[in-house]
């Protein structure tokens, strides 16, 4: 009877504690970023008929995406925070110690695969004296999305992939993933 007494009493201390919901920070589901496969690598040569190592400027590849995200203004919205990761290699016929990176970040919605949004950025990725192959880290992309009652972090991909010419894309289907 002791034990009984003791359980009964606790229950609506332990309920006291759960408040009001709607004041509770719930768990965010935040979209995973993602790295489009076909646009991961952009290559640079010398024009010219011959695109091998001879004519390589230099080679890049989209090596990773960081970051995080917090629920938004009055939890409307989930505030994304990402940056991107790259691995540049100079070739033989690189000129200058740097290399402007175009890439981009895409919202995609989960179901319809339709792009939501699209943003652009060039990143410069210098070399130091006597350096071949570096790495870099993007300034971080702030992206805002909207959630409620009808919409929620999961409904979300985000992508990044390099800015590439239809040459460039090519190119990557020919050679694969790397």
Request: glycine fraction near 8%; charge should be positive; include cysteine.
């Amino acid at each position: 009877m002791g034990l009984r007494f003791v359980l009964a009493a606790a229950a609506p201390l332990v309920l006291a504690g759960c408040g009001n919901a709607t004041n509770q920070r719930l768990p965010l589901a935040c979209p995973k970023p993602g790295i489009l496969a076909e646009g991961a690598d952009l290559t640079r040569y010398r024009p010219g008929q011959v695109r091998d190592l001879t004519t390589l400027e230099w080679d890049a590849r989209l090596a990773g995406v960081g970051g995080g995200c917090n629920p938004g203004s009055k939890n409307r919205s989930i505030d994304v925070q990402l940056s991107a990761r790259f691995t540049v290699e100079r070739g033989v016929r690189a000129e200058g110690r740097s290399v402007d990176l175009p890439w981009f970040v895409a919202v995609v919605d989960n179901t319809t695969e339709q792009v939501l949004s699209r943003k652009s950025f060039v990143d410069t990725v210098s070399f130091a004296p006597n350096e071949v192959r570096t790495t870099a880290e993007s300034e971080p992309v702030k992206l805002s999305l909207p959630v409620g009652e009808n919409r929620r972090g999961t409904d979300y991909r985000i992508y990044i992939s390099f800015e590439l010419t239809p040459e460039d894309l090519a190119l990557n289907r020919r050679r694969g993933p790397r």
